[in-house]
């Protein structure tokens, strides 16, 4: 049972913002008395860096880029009046957009309105609307949304099938910032040769989310696409939710964007306080940097108990991951800085690896987020006692204290219901939290290396089994082994990776070649044949 010292501690600690229906609760969280004190030089710092962001600095030095997502919900504070101008009349243009499609002012190729939409996006252009879509999808929305959001064939034939004879009244909405992007323009050319097959135009069904003049953008102008929407190099990915790569998905699901912003632009007021006790976003940075000692040492768990935020994990995944996890700080030192997330929801989490949280190695702390209103309206009593929401409520208040009885830390975040305005607060949370976390470890938080370095990894992979499909083509009729392969084409250390191209190749009927089997594997061989189908 809680103690009445655990109490005291409790009511320090509680942080509450009525302006935005949020409680954020640290008590569980083992710091010692003097924690706030000894960080607040550090926190300090950390609002002078985060107004240098919003007033328009280079905060992303790495690749000379504003940082202004903020601006997004507050465009009266951007730098420059044409950046407000921008942000203003990208919003017009989405509600209007929107509007038309709704009404039927704009419609499919065949005259139908559009009940569905395709979204191909990848990272930040595809967890930020999936998140928000699943979390405020309702029975009535007038466009219902499916994803591309990798590069997997048989993801593309899934998400077809279950779009099934509604091909002509789906709108696919592109969205890539450099209009380059691999897995996205992957996606687009799938889709578009789904439209072809059913005697359809891409065109007349297609929308453009990208960057001024990018491939994309030019290849929309040329072909004449519905509409264009654009991507600024001021906002990162994991942080456009509120930008179009949000916003026009959302207006077209029927989602009240309008609230969404508010949410946003409520929370960022909030978390502009310099005062760290009544700021919930530097309570959350504080906390994380406790825990992990300010180096990752521990993990975060997100524990949402509400089936509605069963996809926030992976979206925090990846704001909290790519933005915190850097080889080098801002100095240049070596620093291989980061926390590592992961996720479920509750009750299922009880099921699946609480008993390792509680038992096992104690290398984690988590986030329990508990959603007071269950549904609209009334809920039955089960066996007299409860109803099925009271049961969910005591299972999360039951999983904290059996954690807490084993030490294991844990921070609480409480808001009243889910909608519009809540998921808006809940996104601007942490993309402060993050930002402020960045600034107390000295990292860049805007930038992502690491992702780039794989990008191109891929392209040269790729051109390394073109160079030995080339060669087997050459040499049709003859079978190699990888190793003969590989040196063949004057890559003899790349040897593993022709064995797995070649693995790959064989195995599917998009390439001619003929695997004739060996044990060991490594020992197979493979010829160009023209009867491969």
Known sequence: MMSIEEWERYKKYLNF?????????ISCMMFPNDYFD?????????????????SGVMANPDEKRMVGHYWLRAPELAQKREITRDIQKTLQAIKDFSKKVHTGKIKSQKGKLFSRMLIIGIGGSALGPQFVSDALKTSKDPVRPYFFDNTDPDGFDRVLKEIKGALSETMTIVISKSGGTIETRNGMLEAKAAYQSKGLRFEKHAVAITGANSDVDRMA????????????????????????VGLLPAALQGIDIDALLKGARLCDGVTRRKDSQTNPAALLALAWHHATGG?????????????????????????????????????????????????????????????????????????????????????????????????LNAFLQGTRRALGEKGRESITLTIEKIDARSIGALI????????????????????????????????????????????LKKEKGKSFTSEEIASAIGAPEEVEMVFKLLEH?????????????????FRSRYQYSTGVR
């Open 17 to 25: 913002n009525p302006e935005i229906g949020l409680m954020v609760d």
């Open 38 to 54: 000894r960080m607040e030089p550090t926190m300090q710092k950390a609002y002078q860096n985060m107004e240098a962001i919003e």
């Open 221 to 244: 102008k040329k072909e004449g696409w519905i509409a264009r929407f654009p991507m600024w190099n001021w906002v990162g990915g994991r942080t456009s939710e509120t930008s179009a």
């Open 295 to 391: 180096c990752g040492k521990k993990d975060m768990v997100i524990l949402p108990y509400k089936d509605r935020l069963r996809l926030f994990p992976g979206y925090l995944q990846q704001l909290v991951m790519e933005s915190l996890g850097k080889e080098r700080d801002l100095k240049g030192q070596i620093v291989n800085q980061g926390i590592s997330v992961y996720g479920n929801k509750g009750s299922t989490d009880q099921h699946a690896y609480v008993q390792q949280l509680r038992e096992g190695v104690n290398n984690f702390f988590i986030t329990f987020i508990e959603v007071l209103k269950d549904r609209e309206g009334r809920s039955l009593i089960l066996d007299g006692k409860a109803t099925s929401g009271d049961y």
């Open 428 to 471: 601007a949370l942490y993309e402060r939290a993050v930002g402020f976390y960045a600034s107390l470890i000295n990292v860049n938080a805007y930038h992502q290396p690491g992702v780039e370095a794989g990008k191109k990894a891929a392209g040269l992979v790729i051109q390394l089994q073109a160079k030995a499909l080339a060669f």
């Open 505 to 521: 190749a064989a195995a599917n009927v998009d390439h001619p070649i003929k695997k004739k089997s060996a044990d060991p594997p």
